[in-house]
């Protein structure tokens, strides 16, 4: 391939969604793609794959976002999932604590990851429930801080922070770390990396409304 080839190729930067059942990944993915909230999405079974071209610091950027189910008896595979990724989103449900203190645990299965070259972000969805909260914002911020995250509280349903997270503090994150155009992720994924695992669970189940 010619120089003049690879200046004109856009960089792909590959965006992993952890976290527990539930917590709304899907919907924070679908809203930041689409701008749309679906409030009876169904839970993620092994592996979406979406992707947004954005502009970065007046560069040209094909995001490649992956959402991962978070159901236990697919932790397996995120070793697999995250392979090369270039950024890890973290998401808890601000409503429920639980999902909140399994981060940790989230991150300690990252096994096969480069902590120095990989950003990291940790995300307390749903905040149009504040009345419902459990897990408030400075804990977010103390684990964020311990952990070396991007921080932010958002809306899938409302939008709210999606600006903020997305457009600001990861898009800055991006320009300071990887100084796109330069480093960004060269290896070719398509929509044919589009993964779903079969199993035999009960579809009622899987229907479970991730964002409420």
């Not at 977010?140 to 932010?152: H, P, S, T, V, W």
């Not at 796109?180 to 409304?209: A, C, L, R, S, W």
Request: charged share 35%; net charge negative.
């Amino acid at each position: 391939m010619s120089e003049i080839t690879k200046r004109k190729e856009i960089p792909k930067y590959k965006i992993i969604f952890l976290g527990d059942q539930g917590t709304g990944k899907s919907c924070i993915l679908n809203r930041f793609v689409e701008d749309k909230f679906d409030d009876n999405y169904q839970a993620t079974i092994g592996l979406d794959f979406q992707s947004k071209n954005v502009k970065i610091d007046n560069q040209d950027v094909h995001l490649l976002l992956y959402d991962t189910a978070g159901q236990e008896k697919f932790r397996s595979l995120i070793p697999m999932y995250t392979r090369d990724a270039n950024i890890i989103i973290l998401v808890y449900d601000i409503t429920r604590k639980e999902s909140f203190n399994h981060i940790p645990d989230w991150i300690n299965g990252l096994t096969n990851v480069n902590f120095d070259n990989v950003i990291f972000a940790l995300v307390g969805n749903k905040i149009d429930l504040d009345d419902k909260r459990e897990v408030n914002k400075d804990e977010g911020i103390k684990l964020a801080q311990e952990k070396k995250c991007i921080f932010e509280e958002v809306s899938a349903k409302t939008a709210e922070n999606f600006s903020e997270l997305f457009y600001k503090q990861l898009f800055d994150e991006i320009v300071n770390k990887f100084k796109p155009g330069v480093n960004g992720n060269d290896n070719e994924i398509n929509d044919e990396d589009k993964i779903k695992i079969d199993d035999n669970t009960n579809k009622k189940q899987e229907g479970k409304k991730c964002c409420k």
